[in-house]
């Protein structure tokens, strides 16, 4: 019974994803249904519009637990804790991602985790600490698009820039 239901639970994940997929306009993800899953398109469809928050938390928290069973393994890799404190900030957990980036500080070059801090300060909106954060990931990295895309959307909703 519990293999028929990770099989059904895997079937209906597989679909949900082909669903949102469609949804975006893929036409590869269209082609490769068959004609009863195009059936049962529109059912699924409407699940991954209503569940998609949902199965969206639970990824995270998956991603969460795996990452923290790395960090475990490998406590002393930095990248593994930025990885994880970016987990937390999806998970709505962005005091626990700052925590988790002032751990993983002193594991290599401090400015390393000045990105995550400043995502994790956007999503706050903390816009005068986040910019700090990405001015000090610029300054090493100067040319890092992701820096800039967010630096630039904290100027837009911190109403400096529009």
Known sequence: MRALSALTGAYWTRLLSLAKSCAAGSRPAARSLTQPQRLILPVCLALAFFTGN?????????????????????PDQQLVYIQLAV????????????????TAKPLGPAVNTAYARGIVL???????????????????????????????????DSGEFE
């Open 54 to 74: 949902a199965l969206a938390d639970v990824a995270t928290e998956e991603r969460i637990r795996l990452l923290g069973e790395n960090i475990l393994a490998n």
């Open 87 to 102: 987990a937390y900030s999806d998970n709505q957990q962005p005091q626990r991602a700052l925590e988790v980036l002032e």
């Open 122 to 156: 956007y999503r706050m909106a903390e816009f005068e600490k986040a910019r700090s954060s990405f001015d000090a990931y610029l300054a090493a990295y100067p040319e890092h698009m992701g820096s800039l895309e967010y630096r630039a959307r904290l100027l837009r």
